[in-house]
């Protein structure tokens, strides 16, 4: 289909704009006192503690939302009786506390937030839950005294270390099934993967013999190890620099953080005096390291990443054992529209992105790119365009500055594949220089795509809310929104659902087809088979109910709408964001 014929992508920044504003507070670093049962919070500036706040026994893990809203304290109370108490980090109120009958320790929350995974080693499993609903939504088999756990920035794979093993597991979120297993030696303790998806660190802590203990480097596409690197005495954790250059490893015997150049894949500095470092996490901005030291005086030091030194020490609470960083939202965001083309081989995909910069600062470098789990054969051009024609400007794949204060940048994107594919979801990397990547949020800057030899339906689909800031809001708990869509592909007949995605959310969904004036041509029901012609423009209706309070949080509670063939493939979606706030 000709780019002219798709939507002003001037809309998608509009979106934008009212999507990155939300949940900004100032920076925190949350601090689980394991022997007091509390978590401490400090505010980065001053460095006074700002909250004490008593959880359960033994928080031994905090896993905090990319948006920052809410933090998820692992406490490993008594025997097979553990509980995870989810926070509000904008009041330090006590949201939910969810039973998960074992003994949970760490976590990790999915890039798009809807998901938090936290590795029980009371029952050798990683149990899931629900954001949007604070609940746990099921568990997953993993091995032996299950005790870390990582996840890729597409949100694709879990890494998970199991102390019981010699090996890391590897497990794809979209089955909760085990790919494969990584053998690493030693006692795995924990694990972190590289800011941009390629390598993972699993630290040896070596725990149960005296001596040093060493790093194994995973390389992501191959799932093997491609190095070693000693460390010291009994290694416990580790973290990245957000630029990924440097990863830090406290070493709890030897009083130690030992220095990793990740490019080198060598130790290049080893900071002493700290009694026990327990604990280890890097600010956002990558100036800061926090190690947490479980000695019984019970501080958190920070170090200068600039010059290694200790600059401060703060005191928390008795034996802090987690430390975990909570800010601002990064200030890059992306969208993609429209959601999924479906196109016979040889012939060129296209949609439109946008990238929005929300910081105070210009953006350069700023690029798009397939990430590495994009199916072989599958290429991405992407070009600048004028948001208001939908023009090509600028030359083909060439990186771009975006302005700072919501300053945004156009752009099409064309997909090209000889083979026949079928990818759902696809995260792209969008990319600025100096900053985080964008999170991929499904349904938002994710893209469907079809490949096929034969023709076959392509739906073009656009969501329009009555607020017009691409969220549904259930006014007295009822609401609904509009769908336009093309058929830009062969005649076909399809079926047109709607649903929650990954979440669980206590939203009813229905939808018509309507007239052009907006009325239902059929009751509204759950699915609605539909024989699309050719450059067919049918429009749609979508009903949601809520049954109980639907936070605001769009990365996690949305609304979509597919466009299916006989054996549930997509040929075409669009989502909004819903709400009961």
């Known amino acids: 289909m000709p780019y002219d014929r798709m939507p002003r ?3 998608l920044a509009t979106l934008l704009l009212c999507w990155c504003g939300a949940g900004a507070h100032a920076e925190l670093v949350y601090v689980a006192n394991n022997s007091a049962d509390t978590v401490s919070v400090f505010d980065t500036a001053t460095g006074a503690v700002t909250a004490t706040i008593v959880t359960a026994k033994g928080p031994s893990g905090i ?11 692992s406490n490993i109370v008594d025997g097979l009786d553990g ?3 989810v926070l509000s980090t904008a009041t330090n109120a006590i949201l939910a506390t969810i039973q998960t009958h074992g003994t949970p320790q760490a976590g990790v929350v999915s890039p798009d937030g809807t998901t938090v995974y936290i590795a029980d080693n009371g029952t050798d499993q990683v149990d899931v839950i629900d954001t949007a609903t604070d609940t746990l939504r099921t568990t997953v088999t993993a091995g032996d005294n299950t005790v870390g756990i990582a996840i890729t920035p597409d949100g694709s794979t879990l890494y998970v270390a199991n102390r019981g093993d010699t090996a890391i597991q590897v497990i794809s979120t979209s089955t909760l099934l085990t790919t494969t297993s990584v053998t690493v030696g030693q006692i795995p303790i924990a694990v972190a993967v590289s800011p941009d998806g390629t390598t ?3 630290v040896n802590g070596n725990f149960y013999a005296s001596g040093g203990g060493s790093v194994s480097v995973i390389d992501v596409a191959t799932n093997s190890v491609t190095a070693t690197i000693p460390v010291g005495n009994q290694p416990i954790a580790v973290a990245f620099t957000p630029d990924g250059k440097t990863a830090y490893v406290p070493n ?13 894949r060598q130790v290049t500095a080893t900071i002493s005096n700290i009694p026990v470092p327990d604990a280890v996490a890097v600010t956002p901005d990558g100036t800061t390291v926090y190690v947490a030291d479980s000695a019984a005086q019970g501080f958190v030091t920070a170090i200068d990443v600039a010059s290694g030194q200790v600059t401060s020490t703060f005191n928390v609470g008795a034996f802090p054992t987690v430390v975990a960083i909570t800010s601002a939202p990064a200030p890059l965001v992306a969208s993609i529209l429209p959601g999924g083309r479906s196109v016979q081989t040889g012939t060129t995909a296209t949609v439109f992105a946008t990238m929005l910069n929300s910081g105070a600062t210009a953006l350069d470098g700023c690029a798009i790119a397939l990430p590495a789990s994009a199916p072989s054969g599958l290429s991405l051009d992407y070009q600048t365009t004028d948001p208001g024609t939908n023009a090509l400007t600028g030359q083909p ?7 700072g204060s919501n300053g945004f940048q156009t752009f099409l994107l064309s997909f090209d594949s000889a083979d026949a594919l079928t990818v759902q979801d696809l995260p792209l990397v969008f990319d600025c220089t100096g900053v985080l990547r964008v999170s991929p949020i499904t349904g938002v800057n994710t893209v469907d795509l079809i490949f096929s030899t034969t023709p076959l339906a392509d739906i073009i689909a656009l969501a329009a809310t009555a607020t017009n800031d691409g969220t549904v809001h259930l006014g007295n708990d009822i609401g609904a929104f509009a769908v336009a869509t093309d058929n830009a592909g062969a005649a076909s007949s399809l079926t047109v659902t709607a649903d929650t995605g990954a979440a669980t959310l206590p939203v009813t969904l229905t939808l018509c087809q309507t007239t052009n004036t907006g009325q239902c041509l059929a009751p509204p029901a759950a699915i609605v088979p539909v024989s699309f012609a050719a450059n067919a423009t049918p ?18 509670s949305r609304v979509f709408v597919r466009f299916l063939d006989a054996d549930s493939v997509s040929h075409g979606s669009t989502s909004v964001a819903v709400t009961t706030d």
């Open 252 to 264: 709890v015997m030897d009083g130690t953080v030992s220095v990793i150049d990740t490019a080198t």
């Open 63 to 73: 896993a905090i939302t990319p948006d920052g809203s809410k933090a998820y304290v």
């Open 397 to 403: 794949n060439t990186p771009v500055d975006i302005a």
């Open 539 to 556: 429009t749609f209706s979508v009903f949601a109910s809520a049954s109980a309070p639907v936070p605001f949080a769009p990365g996690a």
């Open 200 to 202: 993972v660190y699993a």
């Open 83 to 85: 509980t995870v108490t």
């Open 9 to 11: 992508s001037v809309a």
